[in-house]
């Protein structure tokens, strides 16, 4: 079973940037699709992005041009690089993860980490 932690959150400017990592453990990390939520409060967590083990990446329509997932199979880690942050990107920042891409899409997971808080404003 893989477990992980986000890190990477903070407070930023609209228009600024922030890197979120999230780091693994487990040996077949490689393996995993892997894929990065928020929560905004008040909101239902949706999928900010998401990418499979091969590389295949899908994201959210509120994001895409702005945010980029990738991993690194080699540290057991996924990050999200945001770029033109909003407002309204603020939320908590989940990573999760499962063997099939299409359940990291959909999201569906009983268990949750802490995540990471990004707020933007100025």
Same mark, same amino acid.
């Given at each position: 079973?893989?477990?992980?932690?986000?890190?990477?959150?903070?407070? @930023?400017?609209?228009?600024? $940037?922030?890197?979120?990592?999230?780091?693994?453990?487990? $040996?077949?990390?490689? $393996?995993?699709?892997?894929?990065?939520?928020?929560?905004?409060?008040?909101?239902?967590?949706?999928?900010?992005?998401?990418?499979?083990?091969?590389?295949?990446?899908?994201?959210? !329509?509120? @994001?895409?041009?702005?945010?980029?997932?990738?991993? !690194?199979?080699?540290?057991?880690?996924?990050?999200?690089?945001?770029?033109?942050?909003?407002?309204? !990107? +603020?939320? @908590?920042?989940?990573?999760?993860?499962?063997?099939?891409?299409?359940?990291? @899409?959909?999201? !569906?997971?009983?268990?949750?980490?802490?995540? +990471?808080?990004?707020?933007?404003?100025?």
């Amino acid at each position: 079973q893989v477990q992980f932690v986000e890190s990477g959150g903070g407070l @930023v400017q609209p228009g600024g $940037s922030l890197r979120l990592s999230c780091v693994a453990s487990g $040996s077949i990390f490689s $393996s995993y699709a892997m894929g990065w939520y928020r929560q905004a409060p008040g909101k239902q967590r949706e999928l900010v992005a998401a990418i499979s083990s091969i590389g295949f990446t899908t994201y959210g !329509d509120s @994001v895409k041009g702005r945010f980029t997932i990738f991993r !690194d199979n080699t540290k057991k880690s996924v990050y999200l690089q945001m770029n033109s942050l909003k407002p309204e !990107d +603020t939320a @908590v920042y989940f990573c999760n993860t499962a063997l099939n891409f299409r359940t990291v @899409v959909a999201g !569906d997971f009983s268990s949750w980490g802490q995540g +990471t808080q990004v707020t933007v404003s100025s």
